[in-house]
């Protein structure tokens, strides 16, 4: 079993770091054998927000989001982060949870790749 460990620190929209990432999680958890963790802190805590709407045919970070921790990656959001922005957990994709620096630590330590967008 291989294990990674996505740290997320850019908006959801106005650069494609965050979109990126997720495109690399959702590629990556499809795969057998693939645990993966995602953490989002700064400003990606926005990317894990319920009620995202874009216009057709353009990315939607919450469906991404979505889509990796129903595929079964461990989606966690800085709580500090959150309080920050304003979000609360019942605005949260479903599949995401509040998170602390702590947790983040011990996904830290468990994973053999940590990959920083």
């Known amino acids: 079993m ?59 970070l919450e469906r991404m989001v979505r889509s990796v921790a129903s595929r079964g990656a461990g989606v966690g959001i800085c709580g500090t982060c959150m309080d920050a922005r304003g979000i609360t957990e019942d605005e949260l994709v479903d599949g995401c949870k509040r998170s602390t620096l702590d947790e983040l630590t011990a996904w830290t330590l468990w994973a053999e790749r940590v990959l920083v967008f």
């Open 2 to 60: 291989s294990k990674t460990l996505f740290i997320l620190n850019d908006p959801p929209y106005g650069t494609e770091r965050s979109y990126n990432a997720l495109r690399l999680a959702g590629s990556l958890v499809k795969h057998e054998g693939q645990e993966l963790r995602v953490f989002l802190m700064g400003d990606a805590a926005a990317c894990a927000k319920r009620g995202q709407k874009t216009p057709d045919g353009y990315y939607n």
